[in-house]
């Protein structure tokens, strides 16, 4: 059952991941359908912090590279997505929190959205600007 629940999670981290970019190139990102679920939280969840948005963010990313990754056997892929979400600091059951959450918290998603724009941003900037380059002249 924890294994369905955080697939269920990496899906809704996946959607998350690819909401940012649907942003980034359309002007508009409203569908105009709602979303609900007869779900009711057994206990409300701890709020969550900025530092496990941040978490959050990165452990969305690497759950989403397992589950687009066609190398790893379907069996071992909740294996998988645990350690990829443990491995960015946040506990399998506290991610799956914060997913569920972001369904119904429009101010959470988002928060999550730019967290994780955010990421992929600094995965692809370079670690140490380059200098410029100075033509040597001759002092006289």
Sequence with gaps: ???????RAALIASA??????AAQTAETTTTGQAQ??????????????????TMFAKAA????????????A???KGQRLAAAVIGNGLQPARFNEIA????????LKQKIQAAIVAQQKAAVAPTTPA???TAATPSQ
């Design 1 to 7: 059952m924890k294994s369905f629940n955080l697939t």
């Design 16 to 21: 998350l991941i690819a909401a940012p970019v």
């Design 36 to 53: 609900t679920t007869a779900q009711a939280p057994a206990q409300a969840p701890a709020p969550i912090t900025d530092a496990e948005v």
């Design 61 to 72: 990313l690497a759950a989403d590279k397992v589950q687009k990754d066609t190398t790893i």
């Design 74 to 76: 379907p069996a071992d």
């Design 100 to 107: 569920s959450a972001s369904d119904t918290d429009p101010a």
């Design 131 to 133: 200098a410029p380059a």
